[in-house]
């Protein structure tokens, strides 16, 4: 991605200010300088609310930003008029506030922001800045990265000492819940991890970088599935499975805008398939699988006497697989089998992402051939043996686990005999 400087006259970092509301008081607040205003547009309405003859309609700005890190979503911004020779004169004047709403990486321009707030005397040109925070987001932000450069050696008790005094110092940073999380698995500590991974996901909405908005869904998910199959009882367990499904639909819908700054071969997969990331098409399948597998070990009247009526608006919601020729499964028409072709689907999608990585295969080899042994006499008994053939390909490559290898040889051994 091309980064470009934000303007010759300021320099690839936050400056300080000294902001006044006005000029003839010596009360200023010391702030930072994060970067300047390129456009301003009010929002659509219908109604123009006026005071004193102005029109008072909330408004948009747009700005690039030469210091993007620790700019967050819900962050307060403060526009300020000053002299353009910022390094002579620290003072400048505040002319408007604003809530930012979307931080986000362009081309051109570099990092950027879009914000709200009622801007009438705001203009292009105007720098934008935040209170100063002293060093603290700063400090936080060089643990997070001390924590980064021990992951990457692998050494995950000093990893795990940087990200947890990240989060001492800042609390408020998704992305470090995140790294908590997958340092808490790497090292078996799966309680840990299912409380950062829970911090994690109610702040989803302040997440800036789009790879970190890709991983999270896809870890949450993993996450939430281990800590459901320890659930012994199948109608509690099929309630949690439900909700965990809830909350990945409705994340889904918070995905839109991270179209704009992704490999451009993926961008019809998010559209079409969901979000565009290995693990997350791996664990959506087996969320998939595990709600097939209790549907297919009870009659269809006990499980509707386990769940409420929104439980089943959850379960009813139409499967879209896009990829498929027949495009829509209803789970209400055809129960359980809707569930298990999502699972053989979003594993497909997992193996287009990652050919290397053939968990999936084996999944799909062996949902294949269960599916084989418990209905020998169906009519499309060809279609699941070219499945375990096209997969145990790809599986045999690569194979996972030396116990599941076995097991896949002997599929390929014997499947032909249904």
């Known amino acids: 991605m091309l980064f470009c400087g934000l303007n010759v006259r300021i320099s690839s970092e936050s400056l300080p200010l000294h902001a006044f509301r006005d000029y003839g008081t010596s009360s200023m607040q010391k702030m930072e300088i994060l970067g300047e205003v390129t456009s301003k547009s009010h929002m659509t309405s219908k109604n123009r609310p006026r005071l004193l003859n102005y029109d008072t309609r909330e408004m948009i700005l747009s700005a690039k930003l030469n210091e993007h890190q620790g700019v967050r979503i819900g962050d307060t911004i403060y526009i300020i008029q ?59 932000l060089e643990y997070l990265r001390m924590g980064d450069k021990f992951k990457a050696l692998d050494d995950y008790p000093k990893a795990y000492f940087w990200y947890k005094k990240s989060l001492d110092t800042d609390s408020q940073r998704p992305e ?70 809830k909350d990945v639909r409705h994340y889904k819908e918070q995905m839109s805008w991270v179209g704009g700054y992704i490999q451009e071969g993926y961008k019809s997969m998010l559209e079409k398939a969901g979000i565009p990331e290995y693990n997350y098409q791996y664990n959506l399948a087996g969320l998939y699988r595990e709600i097939f597998q209790i549907m297919n070990r009870n009659h269809m009247n006990q499980i509707l006497e386990w769940i409420s009526k929104d439980e089943r608006e959850i379960l009813y919601e139409p499967l879209y697989l896009a990829y498929e020729s027949d495009p829509f499964e209803y789970p209400q028409k055809s129960w359980d089998n809707a569930f298990f072709e999502a699972a053989i689907y979003h594993y497909k999608m997992a193996t287009e992402l990652n050919e290397l990585d053939t968990r999936s295969s084996y999944e799909i080899i062996m949902l294949s051939y269960e599916k084989l042994k418990t209905h020998p006499s169906m009519v499309d008994v060809d279609r699941f043996k070219n499945l375990i053939k096209h997969y145990g390909r790809y599986y045999l490559r690569v194979p996972d686990e030396t116990d599941h290898y076995s097991r896949v040889q002997n599929v390929l051994n014997t499947f032909n005999q249904f």
């Open 82 to 140: 000053k002299d353009p020779d910022h390094r002579k004169y620290l003072n400048g004047l505040i002319v408007g506030k604003a809530t930012i709403f979307s931080v986000f990486q362009t081309s051109f321009q570099g990092w950027m922001i879009k914000a709200r707030g009622n801007l009438s005397m705001v203009k292009k040109g105007h720098f934008i800045a935040r209170l100063d925070f002293g060093s603290e987001r700063n400090t936080a």
């Open 176 to 245: 470090t819940y995140l790294k908590l999380t997958q340092i808490s698995m790497a090292q078996g500590m799966d309680e840990q991890a299912f409380t950062y991974i829970k911090e994690a996901w109610e702040r989803s909405d302040k997440i800036v970088d789009p790879n970190d908005m890709l991983e999270l869904p896809g870890l949450y998910i993993s996450v939430k599935l281990d800590k459901i199959r320890g659930i012994k009882a199948q109608d509690k367990r099929f309630k949690e499975l439900l909700l965990l499904l």
